[in-house]
Every structure is written in C-alpha cells, then in structure tokens.
C-alpha cells in the first residue's frame, strides 16, 4: 500500500485565489445578469480601460482569448499570406499557431542559453525580404529583450508584436511587457498570472490605427452593423469574463510580488542541489514568475517527476516538444538539431508548483523532495 504524501502542493492554486476575489465578483455577476449584458458593455469597457492603464498602453482591445489576440495583433500589423514571421522554437504552439492562421509562414529562432528567450542574433539570421514581424515571446514570466530586435525589424520594415500570455506586468528597464513592440497579445486563460474564468485575451498597443483596426477584424470586418468591410473573425471579451478580471487586477501587483518571493525562497531552497539548474533574471528584467521551470538531466526528468508527482507534489513540464518538432509543423522543413538549445530545454525543462498563495511549509517540502530525487 502506497504511503500518502506529507504535503498537498498544488502547481496552481485557483480556489485559493478565487477565494480572494469571491465577493467582487458575485457582485459584478449580478449586475451583469441583471442587465443581460453579456456582449461589450461597461465592464468591458472599464477592463480595457483599466488594464491598458495598468500596463501603460494607449490601448487595450479585449478579445476572446490569447490566440485570436496574437493573429489580431499581427494582421492589424500588416502580415497576410504570403509573408513570414520570426519567432522562438522554445514557446507554447500558440505561438506559430497565429502566424498560420495569419496566413503567414512561421520561421523559427533559437533561444539563449540562459533565459531560454529569442536569440536576437539568431532571430537576425532568419530574417529576410518576406519578413513582415518578429515576435518575441515573454516566456514563464520573464520579457524577452524586445529592444535588440529593433535594428533587425527596421532592416525589413517589419514590426515587433510581442506574445504577453505570459508576462502581465513582468518589466524590462521600468516599461511592462506589451508595451515594448508595436503589438501585444496576451492570454488571461484561468492559471495565467492574471486569469479568467474561462478564455479571454487582449491586443495592446500605443497606436491608434492598429487598435481600430483590431476591433474590427474581432468584430466580422464591421464598423457599422451588417456592413462588412473585411473578412474578420467573431472575437470578443465578454462582460462575465471582464467582471473577473477586472476584480483580479486590483490585486495583481501583490500577487507578482508574492511571486517573486516564492521564486526568492527556491533560489535559496535549491541552490547548491547537483544536477539541478536553476532560472535566473536577465539584466534589466523584473519578472512575475508565471512559471518556475528548472532544468534537471534529461535522463533523470521522467524519474524525478514520479516522484514528485507519488509525493504529491504538482509539477509540469513546459514544453516536452518543441515547435519545429510537432507534427504540426514537420512542413516546415526543420529536424533535430536545428534549434539545439530549444531542444535541450524540451528535455530537460521541469517546472515547480509557484503561486501567490504558495507557503513557505509547501516549499520546504518541494526542495527537500526534489533534493532528495536528485541525490
């Protein structure tokens, strides 16, 4: 007979942040029923309002999830069919995703060693004359260097359309993630640092023609009820969603920082374990810690899991193939070993429960296991 685990430690905890925010949200809920607004409206409103403030965008555009935000994003940027997208091999398939149903032809960079973030001198190396973006990915948290893809992007006249889902309110050099590029698209799927009840995502930018023209691709192509002056897409925030969101994002700033405590305390726990490698920020960067990934021997990764998972302990790991990989996109041509580093994290990455309402007991626990599994 198994014995049970010490300790429960969640990867997520969305009961005890829902917990938090229960009350605010009821209240609004009722409103919204009340008045069956359940389309656009003054939530809705109030959110993109409130968020772009939050961040420091011009504008916020709310749709219904983080890929319909990332294809908006890059067709309200001027990439059609035809076209060619720069983006990292290490990223959710969201990602590349958006490019194809943008009608473009993802090309794949790879990443840093360090941070696991776009390499702008690779992402250079894959750009060409069919170029029309490049998109870096805010990745478990952190914001990829948007600044050194600049040259590269005026090289070919290309925008910078950043993917946010994963970074609300990570910073580089004092701005938020979404505010770096020309574009952002960003996810609020529930166990984001800043989640829904179910889908919703959002198109950030300063410029006021992208915004618009962003609304209007999320809205069937139409200004003006039953005039249709593009084919666009049904892809709309609704008021449910907003009245949540709007309740978490009063209390995001302390769930970051409770983040990065949580993150402060394993970099203690943790270090000096063999074999273990450890996440670390890049100069300039304050991140939010939306996933806290280790990397352990990729021989040993399947092991240590089990153990973990037999101990109670919810890891995950983040992303077991990458991109170039999936059968998804074998079209493209790729093979292993064109993106080694991506590779490498694919096999060796392994994340660790991190939350705002992670205790320090729960901790404790996860590093004495994992030491353990390793040793």
């Given at each position: 007979?198994?014995?049970?685990?010490?300790l429960?430690?969640?990867?997520?905890?969305?009961?005890a942040?829902?917990?938090?925010?229960?009350?605010?949200?009821?209240?609004?809920?009722?409103?919204?029923?009340?008045?069956?607004?359940?389309?656009?409206?003054?939530h809705?409103?109030?959110?993109?309002?409130?968020y772009?403030?939050?961040?420091g965008?011009?504008?916020?555009?709310?749709?219904a999830?983080?890929?319909?935000?990332?294809?908006?994003?890059?067709?309200?940027?001027?990439?059609?069919?035809?076209?060619?997208?720069?983006?990292p091999?290490?990223?959710?398939i969201?990602?590349?995703e958006?490019?194809?149903?943008?009608?473009?032809?993802?090309v794949?960079?790879?990443v840093?060693?360090e941070?696991?973030?776009?390499?702008?001198?690779?992402?250079?190396?894959?750009a060409?004359?069919?170029?029309?973006?490049?998109?870096?990915?805010?990745?478990?948290?952190?914001?990829?260097?948007?600044?050194?893809?600049?040259?590269?992007a005026?090289?070919f006249?290309?925008?910078?359309?950043?993917?946010?889902a994963?970074?609300?309110?990570?910073?580089?050099?004092?701005?938020k993630?979404?505010?770096?590029?020309?574009?952002?698209?960003?996810?609020?799927?529930?166990?984001?640092?800043?989640g829904?009840?179910?889908?919703?995502?959002?198109?950030?930018?300063?410029?006021?023609?992208?915004?618009?023209?962003?609304?209007?691709?999320?809205?069937?192509?139409?200004?003006?009820?039953?005039?249709?002056?593009?084919a666009?897409?049904?892809?709309r925030?609704?008021?449910?969603?907003?009245?949540?969101?709007?309740?978490?994002?009063?209390?995001?700033?302390?769930?970051?920082?409770?983040?990065?405590?949580?993150?402060?305390?394993?970099?203690?726990?943790?270090?000096?374990?063999?074999?273990?490698?450890?996440?670390?920020?890049?100069?300039?960067?304050?991140?939010?810690?939306?996933?806290?990934?280790?990397?352990?021997?990729?021989?040993?990764?399947?092991?240590?899991?089990?153990?973990?998972?037999?101990?109670?302990?919810?890891?995950?790991?983040?992303?077991?193939?990458?991109?170039?990989?999936?059968g998804?996109?074998?079209?493209?041509g790729?093979?292993p070993?064109?993106?080694?580093?991506?590779?490498?994290?694919?096999?060796?990455?392994?994340?660790?429960?991190?939350?705002?309402?992670?205790?320090?007991?729960q901790?404790?626990?996860?590093a004495?296991?994992?030491?353990?599994?390793?040793?």
């Amino acid at each position: 007979m198994k014995t049970p685990p010490a300790l429960k430690v969640p990867l997520v905890d969305l009961a005890a942040q829902h917990a938090e925010v229960d009350e605010e949200i009821q209240a609004g809920l009722k409103e919204v029923f009340a008045a069956t607004a359940f389309i656009g409206g003054r939530h809705v409103a109030g959110f993109e309002e409130a968020y772009g403030q939050w961040l420091g965008s011009a504008h916020c555009v709310g749709v219904a999830n983080g890929t319909d935000a990332l294809e908006l994003a890059l067709r309200a940027c001027g990439v059609e069919p035809g076209t060619e997208v720069i983006l990292p091999a290490n990223t959710f398939i969201a990602t590349a995703e958006a490019v194809s149903r943008a009608g473009a032809l993802p090309v794949l960079a790879d990443v840093d060693p360090e941070h696991l973030l776009i390499d702008p001198a690779k992402a250079a190396q894959a750009a060409g004359p069919k170029t029309r973006a490049l998109m870096p990915v805010h990745l478990f948290g952190q914001t990829a260097p948007v600044e050194a893809l600049a040259f590269t992007a005026r090289r070919f006249g290309a925008a910078i359309v950043e993917d946010a889902a994963q970074a609300q309110g990570a910073e580089r050099f004092g701005r938020k993630a979404g505010t770096l590029g020309d574009a952002a698209g960003t996810s609020f799927y529930p166990g984001k640092n800043l989640g829904a009840a179910g889908d919703a995502g959002a198109v950030l930018t300063e410029d006021t023609d992208t915004a618009d023209r962003v609304r209007l691709l999320a809205d069937h192509g139409s200004r003006v009820k039953y005039r249709h002056e593009v084919a666009g897409m049904n892809s709309r925030l609704d008021a449910v969603q907003a009245v949540v969101l709007s309740a978490k994002l009063k209390r995001l700033a302390a769930w970051n920082q409770r983040r990065r405590d949580a993150a402060s305390a394993y970099q203690e726990l943790l270090a000096g374990i063999p074999g273990l490698v450890l996440p670390a920020s890049a100069d300039g960067n304050t991140d939010v810690w939306h996933i806290y990934a280790v990397r352990v021997p990729a021989e040993e990764r399947e092991r240590i899991l089990r153990v973990l998972t037999d101990a109670g302990i919810g890891a995950g790991i983040h992303y077991p193939v990458p991109v170039h990989l999936t059968g998804a996109y074998a079209h493209l041509g790729y093979g292993p070993g064109d993106f080694p580093v991506s590779e490498d994290a694919a096999a060796r990455l392994l994340s660790l429960p991190l939350h705002p309402h992670l205790s320090r007991t729960q901790q404790e626990y996860v590093a004495e296991t994992l030491g353990q599994a390793l040793r």
